[in-house]
């Protein structure tokens, strides 16, 4: 079987273990249509305090491979909590660890909102604004809102026909951007 793969990273900005925002992407994985390579982060914890004096030609190992593994992604999925009204900060460290060094630079992005209505707003808004800054590229008809309705594994989440459509939604709109890259 031949073809193009879409290779997607996804990135839960929650270290938490039983997170919904961890949930969401897991069910996204799960929906992956053929051709399109899944892989979920899950070294955000690992991820040591960003340096501007590390030294980029030799970086600690963790930072190595999230490097490794946004140059190998065509999208980056994202899905955040929101802390005191931002992102959380372990999120906010992964990100500062590519500001200078181009890995989001003309990247495409998405990102869910798993947040209860009226939440998550200030974490969206401040992830659009850093990664614009970075030079990423959304893909804004891929960024949703899910009510998940207190659903917290993926198996809750794969059960709901709606929540299922709109996942299915965003790797349509993930496709076309990469088919017109």
């Known amino acids: 079987m031949g073809g193009v793969t879409t290779e997607l ?3 839960s900005g929650s270290t938490r273990a039983r997170s919904s925002n961890t949930a969401a992407l897991q069910a996204l994985a799960t929906l992956a249509p053929d051709g399109t390579h899944t ?3 899950d070294r955000l914890a690992a ?3 960003f340096n501007p004096d590390a030294d980029p030609d030799h970086p600690d190992p963790a930072v190595a491979d ?3 593994k946004l140059s190998a992604a065509d999208v980056v999925m994202f899905s955040t909590p929101e802390y005191a009204g931002t992102l959380p900060g372990s999120l906010k460290n992964l990100l500062d660890w590519t500001v200078g060094t181009g890995d989001f ?3 495409s992005v998405a990102w869910l ?3 209860n209505p009226g939440r998550g707003e200030g974490a969206q808004a401040a992830l659009a604004s850093v990664l614009s800054y970075v030079g990423a590229v959304p893909i804004d008809t891929a960024c949703a809102r899910l009510n998940l309705e207190s659903k917290s594994t993926p198996e809750e989440i794969l059960a709901d026909p709606a929540l299922v459509t709109e996942m299915r939604g965003m790797y349509l709109a993930i496709t076309t951007r990469v088919m017109l890259s």
């Open 66 to 68: 999230l490097r490794a």
């Open 39 to 41: 892989e979920l982060y």
């Open 47 to 49: 991820l040591p305090a």
């Open 105 to 107: 630079y003309g990247k």
């Open 113 to 115: 909102n798993v947040a």
């Open 9 to 11: 990273l996804l990135i």
